[in-house]
């Protein structure tokens, strides 16, 4: 393993102040939201963005963001376009890098430990990107970052499965006391 700053891994910057961009003649375009949905998903509105707005600030598939206020939630993106707004930091892997590895590290409580002695302000607690681009990991090598991605995205997945399965459990639970009194 190597001990890297997280900017030595990834380009690391914040989203972008999205009110300087709104033009009344642009096409809409899809603006991620600082709130999230059910099953922790983004939450995106669409809104009249100037075409001059920086190709960065766009999403890109495998990109990670971290919500800078609390609770500072951890998402991977998989999908491109839609636009990164300045409550987030954006971790953009280079080469060489697993971006499901890194996803996993960002949101376990390791990362986590590390963020809330980053903290600053008071009743809106943030963290500065500055500060974020220094964070230092032990690296292991490309294979193991995969092999270690592949097996915690299989673990995701297992979870969501059986967060299905209550769910369906409880629906069904439901369903037949609504059928009995009806």
Do not use: C, W
Not at 3 to 22: E, N, P, T
Not at 61 to 80: A, C, F, G, R
Not at 146 to 173: C, Q, T, V
């Amino acid at each position: 393993m190597v001990i890297k700053k997280l900017m030595d891994v990834a380009d690391v910057y914040s989203g972008v102040h999205i009110s300087r961009f709104v033009d009344s003649e642009s096409d809409l375009k899809p603006v991620i939201r600082n709130k999230y949905g059910l099953n922790d998903t983004l939450e995106y509105e669409y809104k009249r963005i100037s075409n001059s707005l920086n190709s960065k600030y766009y999403s890109k598939k495998d990109d990670i963001l971290i919500s800078l206020s609390e609770p500072n939630s951890v998402t991977k993106l998989y999908e491109e376009g839609y636009i990164i707004t300045m409550n987030f930091a954006v971790i953009r892997l280079k080469e060489g890098y697993d971006p499901s590895f890194f996803y996993h590290l960002l949101k376990s409580n390791y990362f986590l430990k590390k963020l809330h002695k980053l903290r600053e302000g008071g009743a809106l607690r943030i963290i500065k990107v500055a500060d974020l681009r220094k964070i230092k990991f032990d690296i292991p090598d490309l294979d193991t970052q995969k092999k270690y991605g592949e097996f915690l995205n299989l673990i995701d997945r297992k979870i969501k499965l059986e967060k299905k399965s209550i769910k369906y459990k409880k629906d069904y639970e439901e369903a037949i006391i609504e059928n009995l009194y009806k």
